[in-house]
């Protein structure tokens, strides 16, 4: 079994669980898009929790590696936060893999997707919450309460826009 069949699931574990709530998508659908066996599945991974962190893990760094491509220096507290917030909103990770739909964050779609039955991907997600608005919290000069906010628009306007006016370009 190659590290070819663990790229393949975890990739396909991000294309799943980019358009569907985390129960929908199982081991067996998991398995047929990465074109893998159930055995290669659980050679790599103990559970689905665990690819998922891993696909989870993949498209963070995506995000991160955005933000650090941003011009933030020099600009002002107000600049930096308005790149960052349409760097968010203008991400791939947001949309359809077509392109043709917002589906809303990544992150905020999972966290909201999962139950108290998969407690490390929740911690991984809070994680990802609290270096998010670490990273918020540094463009925003140090203020926490403007991090919170900025963060809260960011998910909130990818929630509401999923969800009234999902495909690119439609108004409610």
């Given amino acids: 079994m190659t590290t070819n069949n663990r790229e393949r699931l975890i990739a396909a574990a991000a294309e799943l669980l980019h358009e569907h709530p985390y129960h929908a998508v199982g081991v067996q659908t998991l398995c047929e898009r990465a074109g893998v066996r159930k055995g290669s599945f659980y050679h790599f991974f103990q559970s689905k929790e665990e690819l998922t962190i891993a696909a ?14 941003l011009p933030l220096e020099g600009q002002t507290i107000e600049k930096r936060l308005r790149l ?10 947001v949309y359809s893999l077509d ?3 917002l589906v809303g964050c990544p992150f905020g779609r999972l966290a909201a997707s999962i139950t108290e039955e998969e407690p490390e991907l929740r911690d ?4 990802i ?7 918020l919290t540094d ?3 140090g203020d926490t309460e403007v991090a919170w906010s900025t963060l809260a628009e960011i ?18």
């Fill in 129 to 135: 919450f609290r270096e998010w608005i670490q990273l």
């Fill in 155 to 172: 998910q909130g306007t990818l929630l509401l826009k999923a969800t009234l006016e999902p495909a690119v370009g439609a108004t409610p």
């Fill in 99 to 101: 392109g043709d739909r």
């Fill in 84 to 93: 960052i917030v349409d760097n968010c909103l203008g991400s791939p990770l």
């Fill in 139 to 141: 463009a925003a000069g």
């Fill in 56 to 69: 989870v893990e993949r498209a963070w760094a995506a995000y991160k590696h955005g933000l650090a491509e």
């Fill in 124 to 127: 991984r997600l809070a994680a």
